[in-house]
């Protein structure tokens, strides 16, 4: 599943070659990739035909493209979930066919901008820009009005995310993957940024310092930075893809995915656990879990 490095690597890609571009024709074929359209794949084609891209927009892994000179609320935009496995895709319009090609918009350039999906979780919808629910005026797709600011918003309060989450006062992973409290952490990441801040993701958040919390959102930044800058630059003139062959990052991780093995800090084994039906990845070494009952176990009395 794409995250926000790469979520953010096709909104670059898209910036440069869609933006300023006219759409001359749609065409929807997927039978779910419409499916968010009340008016169906008819409704897409008629909002979308002959408009002009202005802007790519992300918040967390919302991708979204702005359309005519109307940044407004009540707007048109489109709104492209990638779900499990979509690509957005400029080609020329003489590409081949490639299988789980779902929709197509023909671009006054005569290239073509591509929705590739082969999982069918994705898809697109043309949805009215929203005030975020947050009270800050930024414009977003209605259906993520309530999504908080992510990390690389300029506008991300750090200081005031961490009093929220010590506030809410649940397992901290949990409230970092709680897309109302902060966007675009995923399951990866978060375990990242909690190995880097010594923090295991079921201590109570507001058993922790707000340094500490505000240590765990800088890391989270900091590792998926650090995933920009390995991956930013994989897409070239021609192909703007999430996570084709060559689309997903190589990513470098500490703790994700490495069940097993040695924790490069202290040695010890990183252990995986379930968690919201997901996996926790995490070094029982340098990350104390909490007692049963809430009281947490120091590292010095361990
Ligand atoms: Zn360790």
């Not at 492209?80 to 957005?88: D, K, R, T």
């Not at 893809?241 to 500490?254: E, I, K, P, Q």
Request: charged residues 25%; aromatic residues 6%; glycine residues 12%.
């Amino acid at each position: 599943m794409p995250e926000l490095p790469e979520v953010e690597v096709v909104r670059r890609g898209l910036e440069s070659h869609v933006v300023g571009r006219r759409i001359l024709d749609v065409s929807v074929t997927g039978a779910r990739t419409a499916r968010r359209q009340p008016g169906g794949p008819a409704e897409i084609v008629a909002r979308l035909t002959d408009r002009v891209v202005s802007g790519a927009g992300r918040r967390g892994k919302y991708l979204w493209l702005t359309l005519d000179r109307e940044h407004t609320a009540g707007a048109d935009c489109l709104l492209v979930h990638l779900g499990m496995s979509g690509q957005m895709l400029v080609t020329t319009t003489d590409a081949p066919r490639v299988r789980h090609l779902h929709a197509r918009a023909l671009l006054d350039d005569g290239r073509e901008l591509r929705f590739v999906d082969q999982r069918t979780f994705g898809g697109w919808t043309v949805v009215p820009l929203a005030e975020a629910a947050d009270g800050t005026r930024v414009l977003l797709p209605a259906p993520a009005a309530h999504v908080a600011a992510d990390p690389f918003e300029p506008g991300f309060d750090e200081l005031a995310t961490a009093r929220t989450i010590r506030r809410r006062d649940s397992e901290i992973k949990r409230l970092l993957l709680d897309q109302t409290v902060v966007s675009g952490i995923g399951n990866i990441y978060a375990d990242e940024a909690l190995w880097r801040s010594g923090v295991h993701g079921r201590r109570r958040a507001g058993a922790l310092t707000l340094a500490t919390v505000r240590g765990v959102l800088g890391h989270a930044r900091e590792v998926m930075s650090d995933a920009l800058d390995a991956g930013g630059t994989s897409f070239d003139a021609l192909y703007v893809n999430v996570n084709g062959a060559s689309g997903y990052f190589d990513r470098s991780l500490d703790v994700y995915g490495r069940a097993g093995q040695p924790c490069a800090r202290c040695g010890a084994v990183v252990v995986r656990e379930d968690f919201m039906n997901r996996g926790s990845h995490f070094c029982p070494g340098c990350q104390s879990a909490p007692r049963r009952g809430g009281a947490t176990r120091s590292r010095s009395v361990r």
